[in-house]
DNA sequence: CTACCGTTTAAACAGCTGTTTGAATCGCGT
DNA sequence: ACGCGATTCAAACAGCTGTTTAAACGGTAG
């Protein structure tokens, strides 16, 4: 056996544990032990357990963004159909259909509870998915939305679907499984927040409400200035 | 020190320190410092760490519904102003303004890592909640919109509130602490979510896409049937 | 063959965990 | 004042934790 094959024996079994039980609840000698590794070669390979944890982490998302990329656009894809590509994409990395998607969970579980990868998770692998979901509903806006509201409407998007990933347990005593299997898998999930987000950028672009609360924001706050002075 | 005294401060003490450590980290020796009791008190009194800790979620769900109730409504109250109300409601108990907001932190690690209260919380605490926010979501859309559509909706509602409480950490490390203060406080992100839900719903009434959708998904799994048969 | 270095191993380590024990203490009705 | 049950206490328990150690192993260059 070289260094790399024991390595990465390791990481291989320490995500689905750590996803599964948590940083705490999981010993080293269980995942040893899955691996078919000695105790001590998590000290001589990562150093200690949380070093190995946040490898492991990192691993996850690495995962995930080999085997659900980015969809590629041409120039002439239309915003809202760009909207929809970016949210079955965002969706599948939540919920892989067949794998038993230990990734995000693992994710999630950082993201709840950080330990040192959370910041870099968030800033080089959440962060640009972010940015390009924010551009497309600035597309679907009318002109003159404020940035607070792009943002609020991006995590609104956000919101819907990490919801079904890290909540799953509440929709599973909810609603009643042929539905479930109906209406709630993958798929229908990341056409419905499609379909559902879109609806509430048309009717802000038919109404203009939007910038009116916009301008509305803005007087509020130069009176607030005004007054501190 | 009569024997509620002990009981209750344990419990009092055992709530924030379970949110903010998660259950595993948690020993009872630091409960027990912090309520000023002995170490075998917890035992003595609730048998042991795991009754302890599902008591005090449930605690924390008694004091979250008993600090913000549903809103009353009077016959008159319109839908759309019924569903603010319930939104502001929820966000409040998601993200209470000045205390440290240990309560809904824990319920949702219990629901995130079940461990014998999460059944009992969900059919207890959330049901009826959400069965109230469906059927307004019923009555802010056209006839025709199907119950899984209605469900779809629900949850949409539910994860734009939860996301801010739970993945806090994202909202902090991608908007500056100014938008923060201004644009993510409670009071705002409910107005948002409100705002957010009734464009969408709006919309799905202007159009009626709903309904045709709830049409065309009935006429698939009609065809279906025939298939298997 | 030999010397060497990366790797693996079993064993031991110190520290912390939840829980139990049995005696001491307290509060209170008699 | 007494006695009794409820409560509190310090101490000990057994078990598991992450980590370290020093010896053994294995392949490979000289």
Redesign the pocket.
Known sequence: ???A??RAHILQVAGPIFAKDGYQS?????ICEAAG?????????F????RLYIEAVKHARDLLEERWPLPKWTESTPADERLRGLIHTFIRRLISPAQGEWQMKLILREIIEPSGAARELVQEGFAPFFNVLTELIQQLLPCGASDPQIHQIGFSVIGQCVFYAAHQQVVDLMIEEVERAEHFDADSLAEHVWRFTKSALAEYSRTDSIVNRAKADNADQLLKQEHQA
């Open positions: 056996m070289t260094r094959d024991s999981t010993t080293i000698r269980r590794v000695n105790v001590a070669a998590v000290n001589y390979y150093g200690d357990k949380e």
